[in-house]
Structure formats: structure tokens, C-alpha cells
């Protein structure tokens, strides 16, 4: 039994030092070759950080485009999702009320149009994306509120859209702060 | 067809071209045969002469277990201290808190047991140190424990008869050499080139577009997930797991994630049959586990992909499923498939919120943790598997009028008795554990702990209960994931489920390694006509049928007054 001690303490300390300092360490170097050198993708505007490519950010004013409901108020200090069930009530209301909102800001659109991403909050409560279907709801509004064509922003939508993977692996999606930041560019 | 769904097709035969020739090469691995990677065997040498271990030394099963339990009891003693006082030490750029002694005691217990259920956040609940140096750590060598137990199982039936099962330490160094690190270093790899952080750079804070003050999580994340995954720990870096964009920034590493958290699980049951010399039977085990998983994953495809219908009355369009709880990037095919993947086997991580998926997807996850055997997790999915197979040999036994035998060594009373202790000990745990807090919640709701019983569910009725069921099923079944709305860190549920996962780690772990040691102990009984075949489809049949009988006449009730009643609340 004594042997078995001795011999879990020194092999524990040796998996350690493998482990918990060679390894990491190893590839935190290697991380620093990746875009945003192991720390993240930043994103600047005029030479400020305003972002960070793969975390949403809060979009409220009419002349942007709009994220997805976030649990955390896309505050990246945190993560979580609403971890509301399917029926609870207060939930539906939320939904329901996030429903009017959009009808409110987007007067052309017809209900059966809206998408279940533009009205549910997502998992980690910081997606950074929504799907074609919700850009492409808020086209009018935004063209609207900035004067410039629809077909123009409709141009900047499919610009930024992420096609699935090759083509064929999953959904398509888009970058909510990659097309504001190039609407802002116009 | 749609992309989604062809996405996680490609998954899957992805995940099989892996894992397959993976088994094999593990056979040979823990055989001491040739292979390739052999050029590590000075870094292992070194490893054992510092560690003072002679791997010439054979050990029988009760030696294996004691050399197991010691060195996992040391964990739990060294992670405890080091989660109290990590404010005071080092590496916490953060300025994150020390643990109380409750959450202290649930954190270690979840991370040694390969379980990972996670009562506080990453971002603010842990250090630098403490992530990489215990919650990292423990992702290794828990798995790597895992995997050296099933190991000495497969050496009790290599051999006619023994009683030598080799060296624990052996097999538990080389399932990190050979295994777990080289693999962890190409995904981390992976991840990090696809946006993951891996550098030690502490919080950072930008000013968004808008002009919100918005401060940022960030940290060596890539090393843990890739670990977390592959020993299928499931433990996030972060408190939103692989929904979080840092975690998994793309469907790229979607797939990648999905595919490294059943290769091992799937290969260990091939190497098994390669190490035994009983091909046929690994592969029967392999479709029974594989036709289990398909039968819960397409319900859960199909009810995910349906929508909430709560939703769907208000009039929105949910083209491409139910969206609460899941993110874009991945959509709910492929959250669907991840959430039937990590309950069938024991990662428990997850890249959408369970507790916002449909009532019968809650259903069919609960059932996936009850049977904890559809190919399982990291080594114990295969033990856990094997009492089914010795309960399924002794019922087919009965049914025949002969002596049950198992790989030509008789099955006899004390095996029998263990392996129905190991059985019933999973529906005690998760029956009483529910019963017991669902008695605190509805008569001492004002109990002064962190969070006050009346206020731990995040959702009324059905759906309340079965944040409690779900809680103490993953905690018995190792997995670790959650209905995440539940009220969890307080000294009740910390202690409860602290527990809980403890005797459902190691009794299930002690019992088929002592069956095993026993019957590799007994006189080999050559096959004849009378033998009861295991490798045959009616064999398979059979042992579908125990763990159908067993789970379902163990959990019907508790998942009536859950998910059950909720599905038909919604259909009225």
C-alpha cells in the first residue's frame, strides 16, 4: 500500500510537469502563428478595436442589423443561454413580445417571415451570427433608415453570408458585426 | 437532402474511419506489440524510473484496484486544496475567488470521477492555475484511468486462465502517451488555427461599435477542450461550454469536436475484440451499441428538427428547427446530434442549452445517461456494458436450464451478485437522489443556503422536475452536463451530487474489474456444442432486450412525471 502512495505522488508530479506545463505551453506558442495570436481575432475600425470576429455584440439602433436575443446581454465577461424550457410560460411572453418588436421596427414584414433565430436567445448568449433568412428581414429597414438602396445592401448581405463548409456540411450564416462594420464603410 | 443533415452524416462516417483503425492500433498498444508510435518508449522509461514503477511487476485485480484508488484518492486530496486557495495562488490574472469547501469538494470529486458536471462558470469560478493544473489534469488522467480499467478487464479473457493482468501503471501511462496527449495536440492545434485562444492573456476590454463597454473572457482555452473532448470529460473552459463562440468558433470544429468525443469510446470496443483474439464479438457489441444510439438520436433529430410547437402557434417560421438554446453557426441538426452523442456517452459537454430543448429530446437524453452503456465513456462505457452482458449471460442461462459461462469461464454466484449490485445501484441512486430534492424543494423551500430551494428551478411544473432528474442522472451516469437552469451551487445539490458521482464512478469501475479478475481466475471451459454463444445475433437480441427490460421498468415512472407529462401538456 506505502508503495502504491510513493509511487502516486511522483508519477503524479511527473504527468504535471508533462501536462500542465509542456503541453499547454506548447501550443500557446505554437497559437501565437494563428490569426489574433492565440488570444482571439480582433476587429478594428479606423485603427480602434471594436471587436472581436467570433463574439456578437448588442446591435439596437434601426440603422444596423440585429443580432440574436442574448441571455447575457452579449456581455463576453460571461456566457449562458436563457435555459428557458420549451412551455414556460414567461418565456412565450418574451418571445411574443420580442415578435412585436420586430413588427414595430420592420413595418413591411409579415409574421410567417421571421425566423426562430431572430426571436430566441442563443446557447452561449454571444453568437455572432444570424441566418440568411434574418438578414434578409431587416434589409428594408436598414436601407431605409441609411438612404441607400436595398440592392446595395442586399450585395453586402451575400458578401458577408458564410456559405456551409465546402459547400455542403451544415447551415449558412452571417456575421452581424462583419456587415455592420462594412455598412459603415459605404 | 439538406447540408445539415448531410453535415452530420459526414460526422459520423468520419467519426468510424477514425475510431476504427484507432481500436485496432490500441489493441496493439496495450498488447506490447509493435507499433509505430514506439519511438516514445525513453520519454515512457523516463516517466516510470522517475515515478519509481517497475512495469515487470504483474498485478492481480485486487492489486490493479489499489494502485487505481490510491492514486485517484491523492487527486481528490491535492485538487481540493488547490481549488480552496486559489486566490492565494498563483496564476490568476482575473482576480477570481477561492472556492467554498461545498463547491470545493462537488468541483474535485465531478473532475477525478471523468463526470465534469460544473456547479460554477469558468470565466469567474476558476484560475489560470486551477483550469490547467487541476481541471486539465484531471481531464487527462481520469480518462487515462478509464482506460487502463478496461484494460485489465481485457487481459482477464486474453489468456486461458491467470490471474497476472499486467501493470496498472503500464496501461494508465500509455493511454496518455500513446493516446490521449498525441491526439490532444493535434486538436488543440486545430482548434486554435480556427480561432480558439490558447495564449495565457488575461481579460481584456474593448469599446463595441455602439459604444458599449464590453470586457472579454479569454485564457489558454484551446489545450482544455481538446482534452475535454477526447477523454470524454466535457468540462468547459467557459461557463457556456461549446456553445461559446471561443470554445467552438466554427462548423468545422463542430464536426471536429463531435468526431473526437466517440473515437475513443468506439475504439476501445474494437480493440477489445482485437486484443482478445474474438473479433466477431467486438463487432456484435459494437452494432447493438450502434443501432442503441441511432434509436435515440432520430427521435431526437425528429423532434429538434420539428420546431417548438408553442412557437410555431404564434406564427414564425422555424424553417430549420427549434433555435432556443442553439446557435447558428452549428443549427439544430447538428445540436441535435450533439446532444444525443454526449449522452450516450459520458462527455456531457454541450454546444446548445439542454434544458431548452423539446420535452421529448429531454427524454430521450435522460434515457441515453439511465443506460450509460451505448458505446459510454472513456473505458468505463465498455465496463459498464459488460454488466449487461453478464446479467444478459445469466438471464439467457436460466432461460436454457444451464450453467451461464462468459468467454469459456463459468458464471457463478458471486459474479452474479456483484453485477446486480452494480445494476441496481444506478436506478437507487438517481431515484432517491430525485426523490430527496424534490421532497426539499416542495417542504423546506426556505432552507438558507445560496440558493434557497424555492428558488432553484428555472422553469415551472413538468419541466422544474426534470431540471432535478436530469441533475442526478448525469451525475450517476459520469456525464456532467445539466438542465442548466437549475439553482445548483449551494451546499445541497454541491454535496448531493458530489456523492452521487462518486459511488457512480468508482463502485461501477471496482465491480466488472473484480468480475473480470474472477472469472479470468477460473478453470477455461473449451467451447462445445452446448456453449451459450455470446458473438451471435440472438445473443445481441437478448442483451438488447436486458437493457430495454431493466431501464425502462427503472425509470418509466420518474420519466412520466417529467419530460412524459410535459410532451402531452404541450400536445393539448
Not at chain 1, 489574433?36 to 439602433?61: D, H
Not at chain 2, 482544455?224 to 471561443?246: R, V
Request: glycine share 10%; aromatic share 10%.
Amino acid at each position: 500500500m506505502k508503495k502504491y502512495i510513493i509511487q502516486s505522488i511522483r508519477l503524479t508530479l511527473v504527468l504535471i510537469v508533462l501536462l500542465c506545463i509542456i503541453y499547454p505551453i506548447s501550443i500557446a506558442l505554437a497559437g501565437k502563428l494563428s490569426k489574433g495570436n492565440g488570444g482571439g481575432e480582433k476587429i478594428a475600425k479606423n485603427g480602434k478595436t471594436v471587436g472581436y470576429s467570433l463574439l456578437g455584440q448588442s446591435f439596437t439602433k434601426p440603422e444596423y442589423f440585429w443580432g440574436r436575443p442574448s441571455a447575457v446581454g452579449y456581455n463576453a465577461a460571461g456566457s449562458a443561454g436563457s435555459n428557458k424550457g420549451p412551455s414556460n410560460p414567461d418565456y412565450l411572453k418574451e418571445v411574443q413580445s420580442r415578435i412585436d418588436t420586430l413588427l414595430k421596427y420592420n413595418p413591411a414584414l409579415k409574421k410567417s417571415d421571421i425566423p426562430a433565430d431572430m426571436v430566441t436567445a442563443s446557447g452561449s448568449g454571444l453568437d455572432p451570427n444570424i441566418s440568411e433568412q434574418g438578414a434578409a428581414i431587416q434589409i428594408a429597414r436598414v436601407a431605409k433608415t441609411r438612404n441607400i438602396s436595398e440592392e446595395k445592401v442586399k450585395e453586402l448581405v451575400a458578401v458577408n453570408t458564410l456559405k456551409p463548409l465546402m459547400g455542403l456540411f451544415g447551415p449558412s450564416s452571417v456575421n452581424v458585426l462583419k456587415l455592420n462594420l462594412a455598412l459603415d464603410n459605404l | 437532402m439538406n447540408t445539415e443533415l448531410i453535415g452530420i452524416i459526414a460526422t459520423f462516417l468520419l467519426t468510424l474511419v477514425i475510431a476504427i483503425p484507432l481500436g485496432k492500433y490500441l489493441a496493439k498498444v496495450f498488447a506490447g506489440e509493435k507499433v509505430w508510435t514506439d519511438f516514445l518508449k525513453p520519454l515512457e522509461n523516463g516517466i516510470y524510473k522517475l515515478s519509481g514503477i517497475n512495469i515487470k511487476e504483474q498485478m492481480n485485480w485486487k492489486q490493479q484496484l489499489k494502485a487505481l484508488l490510491t492514486i485517484n484518492i491523492l487527486w481528490l486530496v491535492y485538487g481540493f486544496f488547490v481549488l480552496i486557495f486559489q486566490d492565494k495562488l498563483p496564476f490568476n490574472p482575473d482576480g477570481n475567488p477561492g472556492m467554498t469547501p461545498d463547491l470545493a469538494f462537488n468541483t474535485i470529486i465531478s473532475f477525478v470521477a471523468n463526470c465534469n458536471l460544473q456547479h460554477y462558470s469558468g470565466e469567474s469560478g476558476v484560475s489560470y492555475l486551477t483550469q490547467q493544473f487541476v481541471l486539465m489534469f484531471l481531464q487527462f488522467v481520469s480518462a487515462a484511468t478509464g482506460i487502463a480499467a478496461a484494460v485489465v478487464l481485457f487481459k482477464a479473457f486474453r489468456d486461458k486462465t491467470t490471474t497476472q493482468l499486467g501493470n496498472f501503471w503500464e496501461f494508465f501511462v500509455r493511454a496518455i502517451t500513446r493516446l490521449l496527449l498525441p491526439l490532444s495536440i493535434v486538436m488543440a492545434l486545430i482548434l486554435t488555427f480556427n480561432g480558439t485562444p490558447a495564449s495565457y492573456d488575461g481579460k481584456d476590454q474593448f469599446v463595441s461599435v455602439q459604444g458599449d463597454t464590453v470586457n472579454v473572457s479569454r485564457g489558454p482555452a484551446a489545450q482544455l477542450i481538446a482534452i475535454k473532448h477526447l477523454g470524454t470529460n466535457g468540462g468547459g473552459y467557459f461557463g457556456a461550454n461549446s456553445a461559446h463562440p471561443f470554445e467552438n468558433p466554427s462548423y468545422l470544429t463542430n464536426m471536429v469536436e463531435m468526431i473526437a468525443q466517440v473515437i475513443i469510446p468506439i475504439a476501445m470496443i474494437i480493440a477489445f475484440g482485437y486484443f482478445i483474439r474474438r473479433k466477431k464479438l467486438a463487432w456484435t457489441i459494437f452494432g447493438v451499441m450502434t443501432i442503441g444510439l441511432f434509436m435515440l438520436m432520430i427521435p431526437t433529430l425528429s423532434s429538434e428538427l420539428g420546431g417548438n410547437p408553442a412557437l410555431a402557434k404564434m406564427g414564425i417560421s422555424q424553417a430549420t428547427g427549434a433555435m432556443e438554446g442553439k446557435e447558428v453557426r452549428f443549427g439544430p441538426a447538428a445540436t441535435a446530434y450533439w446532444s444525443t452523442l454526449t449522452t450516450v456517452i459520458s462527455t456531457g459537454s454541450v454546444n446548445g442549452m439542454h434544458d431548452s430543448t423539446m420535452p421529448l429530446t429531454g427524454l430521450w437524453q435522460l434515457l441515453a445517461m439511465m443506460i450509460n452503456g451505448f458505446y459510454g465513456g472513456c473505458g468505463v462505457g465498455l465496463l459498464n456494458y459488460f454488466i449487461y452482458l453478464i446479467i444478459a449471460v445469466f438471464i439467457s442461462g436460466l432461460m436454457v436450464g444451464r450453467t451461464p459461462e462468459f468467454l469459456g469461464h463459468k458464471v457463478e454466484a458471486r459474479e452474479i451478485k456483484i453485477a446486480a449490485i452494480i445494476t441496481l445501484l444506478s436506478p437507487f441512486l438517481i431515484l432517491a437522489g430525485t426523490a430527496i430534492s424534490s421532497y426539499v424543494f416542495t417542504n423546506h423551500g426556505d432552507a438558507a443556503w445560496a440558493v434557497q430551494p424555492k428558488a432553484w428551478l428555472n422553469n415551472p411544473g413538468f419541466h422544474g422536475f426534470s431540471e432535478m432528474l436530469y441533475e442526478v442522472t448525469s451525475s450517476n451516469a459520469n456525464n456532467g452536463s445539466g438542465f442548466e437552469g437549475l439553482g445548483d451551487n449551494n451546499v445541497f445539490w454541491n454535496v448531493l451530487t458530489g456523492v452521487i458521482i462518486f459511488l457512480g464512478r468508482f463502485l461501477p469501475i471496482i465491480g466488472p474489474v473484480a468480475i473480470a479478475g474472477l472469472l479470468g481466475a477460473k478453470k477455461f471451459i473449451p467451447e462445445s456444442a452446448g456453449t451459450l454463444k455470446t458473438d451471435t445475433k440472438t445473443f445481441a437480441l437478448m442483451t438488447f432486450a436486458v437493457i430495454l427490460v431493466l431501464n425502462a421498468l427503472s425509470y418509466f415512472p420518474a420519466l412520466a412525471l417529467g419530460p412524459l407529462a410535459e410532451y402531452f401538456t404541450q400536445l393539448r
